[in-house]
């Protein structure tokens, strides 16, 4: 079945350590990738994305994501983590190939920032 | 422009009512998307528009669940009757195209009793 998986629930990291989110999909071309962010009590606002071309990703807050398509991966990462970046991640998917304009969306990833 | 715009913010109601929450996209926006998070079930799309229209209503769990997008500038999503399992947050979400980026309004916390 096609999905998009997120194997981590939760992470904690200290605050100035690096960060590794995974996500992996399962479909039979490559879709448009997604990272987005959603703080405490609110709605979720877009990292990055990716649709072609270099498969390494910048967007905003300094974060950024590698496309892997021999892992079927699309891992966020950011050097340096800081206190406010204490949130839930949500990998997405979108199959512009198959007449779906819908994003699937994985689980989520809750981050945690000790000091 | 203030963004997405949704109410109320939080809804208390009581088994068996009417519930119907509101949403204001970003003018110029083309999509609207209603979306329901839990803690069971995460992230779900329940419906979405084009211009007005609904193009996709597969995700909607069933009958007591309806979406209207009268115009550009307002959606709603209504429960009737409402069910203590609808207890969620639900968001609306904009976008200039299927996969531009999608805004998020703020979301209501509903509560069924």
């Known amino acids: 079945a096609q999905s998009v998986t997120q194997p981590d629930i939760h992470i904690t990291v200290s605050e100035g350590a690096s960060l590794e989110l995974r996500c992996n999909y399962s479909?039979?071309?490559?879709?448009?990738l997604f990272w987005y962010v959603q703080s405490p009590g609110q709605g979720l606002q877009l990292l990055l994305k990716y649709f072609s071309g270099d498969t390494l990703v910048q967007g905003i807050k300094g974060f950024e994501a590698e496309f892997k398509r021999s892992q079927s991966s699309f891992n966020l990462r950011k050097p340096s983590v800081h206190w406010s970046d204490a949130a839930e991640y949500f990998c997405?998917?979108?199959?512009?190939?198959?007449?779906?304009?819908?994003?699937?969306f994985g689980t989520g990833t809750r981050l945690t920032i000790i000091p | 422009d203030a963004g997405v715009i949704q109410s109320p913010r939080h809804e208390v109601t009581e088994m068996g009512q009417e519930v119907t929450l509101r949403c204001k996209p970003i003018?110029?926006?083309?999509?609207l998307f209603w979306y329901r998070q839990t803690m069971m079930r995460g992230l779900e799309l329940l419906i979405y528009?084009?211009?007005?229209?609904?193009?996709?209503d597969s995700g909607m769990p069933e009958d007591r669940f309806s979406a209207k997008m009268p115009n550009a500038s307002f959606s709603t999503l209504k429960i009737q009757p409402s069910e203590p399992r609808d207890s969620a947050v639900y968001f609306c979400?904009?976008?200039?195209?299927?996969?531009?980026?999608?805004?998020f309004g703020p979301g209501t916390r509903l509560t069924v009793l």
């Open positions: 003018s110029g926006h083309d999509y």
């Open positions: 528009f084009n211009n007005n229209v609904p193009i996709d």
């Open positions: 979400a904009s976008s200039l195209g299927p996969y531009n980026e999608q805004f």
């Open positions: 479909y039979g071309a490559t879709p448009y």
């Open positions: 997405a998917v979108g199959l512009p190939n198959f007449g779906n304009e819908k994003l699937t």
